[in-house]
């Protein structure tokens, strides 16, 4: 069973900065492909970035392009989601998703709050 478990998410004002941690079981982590996407309030998913299985490709929504940084740990299952320059408009609820790069079948954990406001 696909387990995944987001932390690191909290208040942060305009322009600070975030991790988020993302801890993988249940499943051969290193040989899937991983992303991150959100919700914000009153809105669908937006899917906001993608790595392949090594970490040597990355990819990322024109939104959130230049100030996050996505990466992995696969010898400890971890993923992660650098959050710098934050906006206002970033403000929403970020889920670890298994699965294709910006595909539709996203297996999603229970998801961690960012709030960006002053």
């Known amino acids: 069973e696909v387990h995944l478990v987001e932390s690191g998410g909290g208040l942060v004002q305009p322009g600070g900065s975030l991790m988020l941690s993302c801890e993988a079981s249940?499943?051969?982590?290193?040989?899937?492909?991983m992303n991150w996407v959100r919700q914000a309030p009153g809105q669908g998913l937006e899917w906001v970035s993608g790595?392949?299985?090594?970490?040597?490709?990355?990819y990322y929504a024109d939104s959130v392009k230049g100030r996050f940084t996505i990466s992995r740990n696969n010898a400890k299952n971890i993923l992660y989601l650098r959050l710098d320059s934050l906006k206002t408009e970033d403000t929403a609820i970020y889920y670890c998703?298994?699965?294709?790069?910006?595909?539709?079948?996203?297996?999603r954990g229970q998801g961690t709050q960012v709030t960006v406001s002053s």
């Open positions: 998703a298994k699965g294709a790069i910006g595909g539709d079948r996203l297996e």
């Open positions: 249940g499943f051969a982590f290193s040989l899937s492909e």
């Open positions: 790595i392949s299985k090594n970490g040597n490709h990355v």
